[in-house]
Each structure stands twice: as structure tokens, then as C-alpha cells.
């Protein structure tokens, strides 16, 4: 028997200068708990739960329609209207079907799908959840341990069913270590336009196939994937290992524009891609990159940005910074530190190309501009024509190359693979000392004098080593503020205050799985 109530919902109301000695141990690292607790738990305060309270509730002049294991979802939904919240039942759901089908909700009164407590109901199995419509929101849920299923959630309902200013937040996904990895899978497909996930956590994925996937069409998405806990990801040992892809070859010359920020990635060290973009006029910014064996690839596309980024390699084999392949890429404001990739996992990577090439091969590197970056004790901070040869014949042509720092330390600061082609090199400085085996370019020595702050990065103290002759690349800089009056190389601009860094802490779900 079908059990719906209709309800009234209730809403709650060490610093130290850098110099050749200088220690690059993890305790002088971005602080950054990943400790023995779960991750993305935050201690709560009276604002966060009343806020949580309210987004868990819904309207409170909506209705609760309260879901059974055992309830025939289509019939229950069929009354449900803007405002509403769709209640299911705490407990395990082991290979439940659950399609949300078209849900009317609005901007002013979206619909939300929840549990009756945050993290109570646990999906596992053969679980498969779908969701199409506007304005619906999505929270509180924990998928663990999925198998046999290709994908886990869906943004839609059918291929001409998709959702649209939809939100997934506060969920749970999670494979354990006891599980077996399972087939192939995807465990979050976003479908649609302008939806968001965010503040979820997604750890521990063994089997094959991209953790969180994008699908692009002819349309624009506008989607934000922000502030969530991308937890440790074991090396898979062949290609489909991705955290996030957006887009695929097929689709890889449409634009997407979507935006992923304030997301902080831990150990995923699925395949040489962390993140997989296949399309165009995407954002990365802001996003820390915390000890991961892999690289946020530009795999394909056009004119996307990639500013204001941390990586952090924590001296851990294989771990990398960014990838360049395609046209008119920006990257800009990232900070390099203790990367020990090379190849296509240096710090900063450019593909040779292959001239007019299949979707799906290697687009000539043109147009990109990398400027104000930072790029300390990295293994290799550029390999420039990397897989150059007979097929791979397009070098990287008409980049500008503006404003970075360069400490390379005992490492090489460039591979070159093939001569680049009519490139711009300004405003770039090293550090003093050291050797000179790299005869690619020379930038002006300098004494860089950097401490370590609070945040752990190592960031200038004084502006008056890095003073360039370089102005309007760059508007901002690493923690988003206008930069000032001089034009100062790498990163950072002493002069602005600092912002606080995604972490284990404050993102993810404010509340624990059981």
C-alpha cells in the first residue's frame, strides 16, 4: 500500500624565508586536515544548522509527501507542486529505483528531496535515482558501496527529460574499502542546464569510469560544481579513472561554460587526468589540488580558464599541475609547490598537436596565455611539445608567457620537446643561484624573498623583488584581489589580504554518514 501524508514542512528558524635550506616537509604545508575523522565535517554553529535546517525543509507553507521503501513513487509524486519537500524514510534503500519525474519546483519554491534526518537514508546497490524538472533540490543523502549500475544519479528522467536549475548538495558518495570495485560506472551524470553540485563528498572509487561527469549538448550549460570534498581515489592503471570530466571528443568544440571552484581534490590518483575538460569556455579557479597523481588536463576545447588554483605535490610521485591542449587557454594566478610529475604530469605541460586532426586527437596548442603563476620545487615546471613527432607535428605557437616565478630548485625548469613558435616571454623571473643547464630561456635572478604564511603557502614579503614591466594581463590575483598600483610578478600580490583555501574542513557535508 502507498503511504503519503501531506504535512505542513517546519523550517529552523610558522614563518620562515625561503633560501636553498628551506623545509619542504608537510608540516609546513597549506593546512589542510586529512586526519584520521571523516572528511567534510564541520562543526556546527548556530547559523550553519538554521541555514541547513531551512534548505532540508523546504517551504514552510509547503507540503511533506513522506516516502515508503515500499511506496509507488509515480502515483505519490503526482500532487506534488512548487514548495513541496519529498520525505523518504530513514533506513537502507539496497537497489531502489527512484525516478523524480518533471518536478515543478521554482526560484522562489523549489522542490526538495530529502531524508527525514541528514545522512539517513543510505542508497547502496544496484541504486538508481533520477531526477528531472526545475528548481529541485537534492540533499542529505549517502550512496555507498553502488554496483551494477552504469550510473548512480541522473539529472533526468530520459533523454528528452533533463534537469534545469537543480541542485545536488550535503550527499554522501562513497565506495569503502572492503567493497568490491563493480563494473564501470558513473556515480554522478549532470544533465541539463544551470544546475549545481555542491558541499557533497565523493571518496574511495575503485571501479572504472569518471566520478562526476558532465554531458554537454548544443546548448550552453552554465552548470557550478563548488565547494565540494573530492576524497582519496586509488590509481585505477588504465584510462577512465577521471574525478570530474566535462564534455567528451564528440561534443569537445561546443561550449559549456560552466564553473568549478572552491573544490578541494585529496589523493585522487585515478589516471593521469584528475580533470578531464572535452569542452568549451569552462572556469577552474580556486580549486586546491592536494597531493594528486594526476594533472586538471585540457584534454580538449577552446578558451577555458584556469586561475587561482593551488596544487600541491608534497614531494608524492606523480603528481601534477596543469595540461594545455587546444586554443586561447588562459592560466593564471596558480600556485606550483613540491610537484614531482613530469611528462604529461609536469607542472605545466604543452601538447604538440596534430594538424587538423580528428575531434578526438590532439588540437595544435594556440593563443594560450600563462601569466603570474607561481612554480616552486617542481620536478619540471614546463615541458613544452611534449609527444612531438611525425604525427604530432604542430608545435605551440603564439602564447604569451607573462609575469611567472620560477624556483626550480635542484629541478629542471624546461623540457623542450619542440621549438615553440612565435612566443611572448616578459616580466618573467627566477630565483638566484642555482644552475644553469636550461639554455631553452634565461629570465632575469633574482633574490626572491618568500615566507611561509599562516595558510602554509610560501608567498612574497616583500613586493620589491618581483616588480615587473608587466600590466593589465592580470586584473587580480591568487586570493582574488584587485592587484595594486605596481606590477609585481607570480601569484601573489603582497599587498592584498588573503582568503581562506578550500579543505577537508569547510567543504563537503556539514553532518556524517553513519
Known sequence: MIKVYPSRAVSASLVCPLDFRVDFSETNMLNINHGAARPGFIGSTW???GCLAVLLAGRADGKQWKIGKDSELKTALKDVAAGDAIVLADGDWKDAKLTFEQLPGTNEAPI????????GVVFSGAT??????????????????PDGVSDVVQLRTHSQRLAHHCRVTQCWFEQTGDSDAGIESRWLSIYGTNNRVDHCYFGGKKSRGTTLVVWVSEVAQHHRIDHNHFGPRPELGRNGGETIRIGTSEVSELECASV??????YRCDGEAEVVSNKSCGNIYRHNVFDSCAGALTLRHGHRCLVDGNI??????RGTGGVRLIGQDHRVTNNYFEGLRGDAERAALCMMNGIPNGALNSYAPVRGA?????TFIDCKVSMEIGMGAGKKQSAN???CQFVGNIFMPMKWQLFRIHAEPKDFVWQGNLQQAGGDDRDTFMQFPRVELSLQRAADGLLRPSDARSLRCDVHDIVKNDLDDFPRGANAVAGC????TAHRVWPSAENTGPTWRPR
Open 112 to 119: 526538495v528531496v530529502r531524508p527525514q534526518h541528514p545522512g
Open 396 to 398: 605551440p605557437s603564439d
Open 260 to 265: 568549478v571552484e572552491d573544490n578541494y581534490f
Open 311 to 316: 596544487f600541491l605535490g608534497r614531494q608524492q
Open 47 to 49: 547559523l550553519l544548522a
Open 492 to 495: 601573489d600580490d603582497p599587498a
Open 128 to 145: 538508481e535515482f533520477r531526477v528531472s524538472g526545475t528548481h529541485v533540490n537534492v540533499t542529505g543523502f549517502v550512496f555507498r558501496d
Open 369 to 373: 596565455v600563462v601569466a603570474h603563476n
